[in-house]
């Protein structure tokens, strides 16, 4: 699925200037956020036509149950990261 790994490319992500980067991310989100939002209600609202008990408590306990897991494995990535 992805190519070889560039080391040159590794570099220049890691020493990517933050400052600049975050500033362009506000301003894309502050451009953007309405549109993201309207199109999230959107498909909420399509998902709900499709099937009027969405999100159903089953739904709703598998998907924390996923955000747990998902969190759990940040925070082993995270401390195996930091003990390098």
Request: proline share 4%; net charge negative; hydrophobic share 50%.
């Amino acid at each position: 699925m992805f190519g070889a790994v560039d080391a040159k490319h590794i570099k220049e992500f890691v020493n990517r200037p933050r400052a600049a980067v975050a500033s362009l991310k506000a301003e894309w989100w502050a451009a953007h956020a309405e549109r993201s939002l309207d199109a999230g209600h959107a498909l909420l609202e399509h998902t709900r036509l499709v099937d009027p008990s969405f999100p159903s408590a089953e739904y709703l306990a598998a998907d924390l149950e996923h955000h747990v897991v998902l969190k759990e494995l940040l925070d082993r990535a995270s401390k195996a990261l930091a003990s390098r």
